[in-house]
C-alpha cells in the first residue's frame, strides 16, 4: 500500500504540473522551444550568423539546464555545438540538443548543420562586420509509452497497478520533421575601443515543419523570432561590463529578457564574470563563471517569480557550460576582436 500510496502521490505532482503547463500553454496558444538562460553559449539555438563569432580557429561547447527537480524528476536539456572558422570568409558548425521530460519518457531531439559568411567587412582593419547564417537539420520528438500511465490501470481499492494492460491506443510514439533556420548579425570587434556594440536578428522553423502529435497531425511549428543586442563596455583595462537584451517570439508567446555581466581580468591567463538576467514574468537568472587560457566554465540558476513557480512550490532551474576554443599558438591582431557574446 506504501508503494501505491509513494506512485499515486507522484503522479498527482506530475499531472498537476502538466496541467500547469497546459493551462499556460492554452493562454499562449502557441508552441515555445525550449530555451536556456545561458544562450549565449549556444549559437545554434540563438542565430546561426554567431557560427564561429569567437577569437580562435575552433570551439567546442556544451551545456546542460536541468528544471522541475523538487517536483518531479528533473526535465534535463543538454546541448553539444562545434564550430570551425575558415580562411574562406565561412564559419562552419554542427550541434545536437537533445530534452528528456522527467519520468514521462518524452523526448525533444533537434540536429543542426550551420554556416556563417563573414565577408561582408568595413571600417578600421574591417572591424565592423555584418555576417549572415543559415541552419538546417531535423527535430525528433518521441515518448516511451512504457514510462506512461493510464487511467484504466488504476484500481479503486488496491491503486495503481503496473501489470494491468492498457487499453489505450497510441497511433504515433514518434515524428521526424525537417527544419530550417536564417539570421544575421552585426558587431562591432575592433579592439581597445570604450564601447562595442552588436545586434542580431533570426527566424527559426521558416519550413514550418508538421507538428505530428498535435490534435489533428497537420499543425505547423510557428515561426520563432528572435532579436538580441548588446553593448560591451570598457571601464578600464582590466573591467568592463555588457548589457544586453533578448526578445523571442513564437505565435502569440513572447519572452523578454534583460541583463548585464561584468568581466574582470584577474591575471592574464584568468578572467572572471559575475552578472545576472531578468526574463519577464518568469525568472532572475544570476550568472557565475571564469576562464582559465581557452576553457570557459560558467554556472547560472533561475529563481522562479512568476505565478507558475508558486503553483509547483517554487521549483528552479540550474545551467552549467563548458566551452573549450583552440587558438594558433601566434595571434595576429586580425583576429584578436571583441567578440558579440561571452
Given at each position: 500500500m506504501k508503494q501505491n500510496f509513494n506512485?499515486?502521490?507522484?503522479?498527482?505532482?506530475?499531472?498537476?504540473?502538466?496541467?500547469?503547463?497546459?493551462?499556460?500553454?492554452v493562454q499562449s496558444n502557441a508552441q515555445v522551444d525550449p530555451h536556456f538562460s545561458q544562450y549565449y553559449v549556444y549559437p545554434s539555438w540563438l542565430n546561426p550568423a554567431l557560427t564561429g563569432a569567437f577569437d580562435g580557429q575552433y570551439r567546442v561547447s556544451g551545456i546542460y539546464r536541468s528544471q522541475w527537480g523538487n517536483i518531479i524528476s528533473p526535465f534535463s536539456t543538454f546541448g553539444v555545438s562545434g564550430e570551425i572558422n575558415t580562411d574562406k570568409n565561412l564559419n562552419i558548425g554542427a550541434s545536437i540538443m537533445k530534452q528528456q521530460a522527467g519520468d514521462g519518457g518524452y523526448g525533444y531531439t533537434t540536429a543542426y548543420g550551420s554556416v556563417a559568411y563573414t565577408g561582408v567587412k568595413w571600417g578600421a582593419n574591417q572591424s565592423q562586420r555584418l555576417v549572415f547564417g543559415m541552419q538546417a537539420g531535423i527535430i525528433q520528438r518521441r515518448f516511451d509509452r512504457n514510462k506512461l500511465t493510464f487511467g484504466d490501470q488504476w484500481n479503486p481499492i488496491f491503486g495503481y497497478n503496473p501489470g494491468t494492460p492498457s487499453a489505450e491506443v497510441l497511433s504515433r510514439t514518434a515524428a521526424t520533421a525537417f527544419d530550417i533556420g536564417a539570421g544575421?548579425?552585426?558587431?562591432?570587434?575592433?579592439?581597445?575601443?570604450?564601447?562595442?556594440?552588436?545586434?542580431?536578428?533570426?527566424?527559426?522553423?521558416?519550413?514550418?515543419?508538421?507538428?505530428?502529435f498535435s490534435a489533428t497531425?497537420?499543425?505547423?511549428?510557428?515561426?520563432?523570432?528572435?532579436?538580441?543586442?548588446?553593448?560591451r563596455i570598457a571601464i578600464s583595462d582590466m573591467f568592463s561590463i555588457t548589457p544586453n537584451?533578448?526578445?523571442?517570439?513564437?505565435?502569440?508567446?513572447t519572452e523578454k529578457m534583460i541583463g548585464a555581466y561584468g568581466k574582470y581580468k584577474a591575471t592574464d591567463e584568468v578572467d572572471i564574470m559575475l552578472g545576472v538576467n531578468y526574463r519577464f514574468e518568469d525568472a532572475v537568472s544570476p550568472f557565475f563563471g571564469f576562464t582559465y587560457k581557452n576553457m570557459m566554465l560558467?554556472?547560472?540558476?533561475?529563481?522562479?517569480?512568476?505565478?507558475?513557480?508558486?503553483?509547483?512550490?517554487?521549483?528552479?532551474?540550474?545551467?552549467?557550460?563548458?566551452?573549450?576554443?583552440?587558438?594558433?599558438?601566434?595571434?595576429?591582431?586580425?583576429?584578436?576582436?571583441?567578440?558579440?557574446?561571452?
Open positions: 506512485v499515486m502521490r507522484k503522479s498527482l505532482k506530475i499531472s498537476m504540473l502538466l496541467l500547469v503547463i497546459g493551462l499556460t500553454s544575421v548579425m552585426y558587431f562591432d570587434a575592433q579592439p581597445g575601443k570604450k564601447a562595442n556594440f552588436f545586434a542580431g536578428f533570426s527566424a527559426s522553423h521558416l519550413t514550418k515543419p508538421e507538428d505530428k497531425g497537420s499543425e505547423k511549428f510557428p515561426v520563432r523570432i528572435t532579436g538580441h543586442a548588446g553593448i537584451f533578448l526578445y523571442l517570439s513564437q505565435g502569440t508567446a560558467g554556472a547560472s540558476y533561475d529563481i522562479n517569480s512568476s505565478d507558475l513557480g508558486k503553483l509547483v512550490n517554487g521549483s528552479n532551474s540550474f545551467e552549467i557550460s563548458l566551452s573549450f576554443i583552440g587558438r594558433k599558438s601566434t595571434k595576429t591582431p586580425e583576429v584578436e576582436f571583441v567578440c558579440p557574446r561571452l
